[in-house]
């Protein structure tokens, strides 16, 4: 598989938004759909402007991407230590430290990998021993650094990276197909609730439909770009995994939390860390597979 081009995914973003205002049109002009497609289209209007800037600042490169990564991280720290550690001044430290982290993981290969190293024997740490940090602030502290705070530094890391930034700008895209056809199909088809605890509005209907649309469009495109079909496929599903895998991580914090809502940036998309999620897990995971593979 070649390294996907920054200014080839800039093109199929742009494909995507008028395929996407194109098939919410339509779904708004059928009389029975019609409140839903309006609706639908506030809500796709918010995530183009999420998908201008950040098309702007692939094709701007390193110069723009490390300060707007920085900026993110300020805020998705604040964000998820606000409902976590809502008292005093821990959501701005979390805030500073997840935006100093961000930027040391994309100065050397090595600091990354030893983000990667870190995060994965905290990640193993959470699963095996849920309950072992006491008090209560190290518990938090250690679910933050799992997600989103370490995630996002890996993301950072490979979205600077030329061989790479591609790939990253990819990932989103397959994480908005697959985010926006799952909620186009919930609403339309979905009846049985997928995670009734952590994230009640997923059902199985809109998740099935969502992952089959993002593997056809994937294909798709991969097809246009003279890429892989199998290997396409298979990028995909992962993605698609690890996107809902980001969704539940922060779906997590807000019950633990006991909040329903990140503090809101959008007014249609919630918080950052809510319209950021998905892609933050994905890109995580395909840079822990990248540099796994420098290591063979």
């Not at 900026?71 to 805030?95: C, H, N, Q, T, W």
């Not at 700008?169 to 919930?186: H, N, W």
């Amino acid at each position: 598989m070649t390294p996907l081009l920054v200014k080839d995914m800039a093109l199929i973003a742009g494909a995507l938004l008028i395929a996407g205002y194109a098939l919410l049109s339509t779904v708004a002009l059928l009389p029975k759909t019609r409140a839903l497609g309006l609706d639908l289209l506030r809500t796709f209007f918010s995530a183009t402007l999420i998908v201008c800037v950040l098309t702007g600042l692939f094709l701007l490169g390193p110069l723009a991407l490390v300060p707007a990564f920085a900026l993110a991280a300020l805020r998705i720290g604040f964000e998820s230590a606000s409902v976590r550690m809502k008292d005093g001044p821990a959501p701005l430290l979390i805030g500073i430290l997840t935006a100093g982290l961000t930027v040391v993981a994309t100065l050397d290969d090595r600091i990354a990998m030893a983000v990667l190293g870190v995060w994965a024997l905290l990640l193993v740490r959470l699963i095996v021993l849920p309950n072992a940090s006491n008090p209560r602030t190290s518990k938090s502290i250690l679910d933050l650094m799992v997600f989103p705070v370490l995630p996002l530094a890996l993301l950072a890391y490979g979205a600077i990276q030329p061989n790479l930034a591609g790939l990253m700008f990819a990932a989103y895209l397959l994480v908005e197909i697959f985010d926006s056809l799952a909620l186009l199909c919930g609403k339309l088809f979905g009846r049985t609730k997928a995670f009734p605890t952590l994230s009640p509005n997923k059902t199985i209907g809109g998740l099935v439909g969502g992952a089959l649309s993002l593997i056809v469009l994937t294909a798709f495109g991969a097809y246009l770009l003279d890429q892989p079909l199998g290997l396409a496929a298979l990028l995909a599903v992962f993605v698609g995994c690890l996107a809902v895998a980001g969704d539940l991580a922060a779906s997590r914090l807000k019950r633990i939390g006991g909040v329903k809502d990140f503090p809101i940036v959008f007014s249609r998309q919630g918080g950052l860390l809510d319209s950021l999620d998905s892609w933050i897990a994905a890109g995580a995971g395909l840079i822990a597979l990248s540099l796994l593979a420098s290591l063979c």
